[in-house]
């Protein structure tokens, strides 16, 4: 049986455990509704708590201990990735449906078509899918068990804490000078910057450190913008490689007004979004 860690310290090392604790416990419910049902929302809640897991890793991570905090984060990586495709085939369904086309009208059948292409393609990947990735459940144990058995670990430690955030802010800034321009990879960089700094404040915040709502709540708001242009960027795409008909290039069109509309409204959010500084958290986290 592990060591415990003295009454003080453990009720640090309790609110890292709980924490952990919690995000994979919702990895692994998020899996559940995956095998049961294997939609498109039960996917995405996958996904999502993969990286919350991940943030959760990240900030405690030079704390944690080191092999069993790799191996985790390592397959909850490589579940998301696996489940990538599953998960853009049923949102370019949900597009291509919210569109208004007149039925029976070039565009209406090369939408149809299109649906139909992503709905086979999308029950393909479901089987596939059942059972994403086995042995996530045994490597959360693993590392739950080295908490238990480790040293104290601070709930929010300063410099850890501030290294982490300083990281996900220098990285938001990084790629907002290269997105200026508003082309489609460097948008998506963009996205993903802003979703990881997110999930760090929002495990800071769990931890105890106050303030931070109006700070997530940006974050969330502009990830949002940026997350309807990255569909649009991928449904382009696709239909440029799946489309050989001449309604194509007109669907395109209005697809790629689209695009400029979104990425307009991205990029005006953008302008507001000011990110919480890690001297900040500091204060906050002590």
């Known amino acids: 049986m592990g060591r415990r860690v ?3 310290s453990g009720e640090e090392s309790g609110r890292v455990r709980r924490i952990v604790a919690a995000r994979g416990a919702d990895v692994l419910e998020a899996r559940r509704r995956v095998q049961r049902r294997g939609s498109g929302a039960s996917i995405h809640d996958l996904r999502v708590a993969t990286r919350r897991l991940q943030a959760a890793l990240e900030v405690f991570g030079p ?14 990586r490589r579940i998301r990735r696996h489940l990538g495709q599953a998960r853009n085939a049923r949102v370019l369904q949900g597009m291509l449906r919210g569109l208004r086309v007149q039925p029976g009208s070039d565009e209406g059948r090369l939408t ?5 292409r992503l709905h086979r393609s999308a029950r393909e990947l479901s089987d596939r899918d059942h059972r994403p990735l086995p042995g996530i459940k045994h490597r959360i144990r693993a590392l739950l068990r080295a908490i238990d058995g480790g040293p104290a670990i601070p709930a929010v430690p300063d410099r850890a804490a501030g290294a982490s955030l300083t990281d996900r802010v220098e990285a ?31 495990v800071l915040e769990e931890s105890g450190a106050p303030s931070l709502q109006p700070s997530i709540l940006a974050a969330r708001a502009l990830q949002k913008e940026l997350g309807r242009l990255h569909d649009l960027d991928v449904l382009i795409d696709w239909v440029r490689g799946s489309a050989r008909v001449p309604a194509a290039a007109a669907f395109l069109r209005r697809l790629l007004r689209l695009r400029d509309r979104q990425a307009g ?12 500084g890690a001297g900040g958290a500091r204060r906050t986290a002590a």
Do not use: C
């Open 6 to 8: 003295g009454r003080t």
């Open 112 to 116: 149809a078509d299109l649906i139909h």
């Open 265 to 276: 409204k991205a990029q005006r959010r953008m302008a507001r979004f000011h990110p919480a």
């Open 63 to 76: 704390r944690l201990p080191e092999r069993p905090r790799r191996r985790l984060d390592r397959r909850a």
């Open 172 to 202: 938001v800034a990084r790629a907002a000078r290269v997105a200026a321009d508003g082309d489609p990879e460097s948008m998506h960089r963009l996205r993903i910057a802003v979703k990881r700094y997110r999930y760090v404040l929002e």
